[in-house]
């Protein structure tokens, strides 16, 4: 099974009948009023560290550099095992840490 994944909702019927009861005619020459702001927002100390850390992410490199290029000079060379134990052993210590 796949689902397209395109950040839209669907819009149902229900939806915009009631969208379009809310909205009222307006004329192209008639004048606005502005409407003073009512909404605030004010973010909690954990909120701030988690945005100072989303940007600090962001900002950083996707890979090591460095790794990367001594794993290919390690295969190119042919001095790069592979150790199935070890990676064995991970995979089962991730499944404990999924199972708490």
Do not use: C
């Amino acid at each position: 099974m796949s689902h397209k994944i395109d950040g839209g909702l669907p819009v149902t019927p229900l939806l915009r009948t009631a969208a379009a009861a809310t909205r009222s005619p307006v004329s192209s020459s008639a004048p606005t009023e502005s409407v003073p702001a009512m909404d605030s927002l004010r973010l909690t100390g954990e909120a701030t560290s988690l945005l100072n850390l989303q940007r600090q992410i962001s900002d950083s490199p996707a890979f090591d550099e460095g790794k990367v290029a001594a794993v290919r000079r390690a295969l190119e060379d042919g001095s790069y095992r592979i150790d199935a134990g070890n990676i064995a052993n991970a995979m089962l210590e991730f499944d404990r840490q999924l199972a708490g």
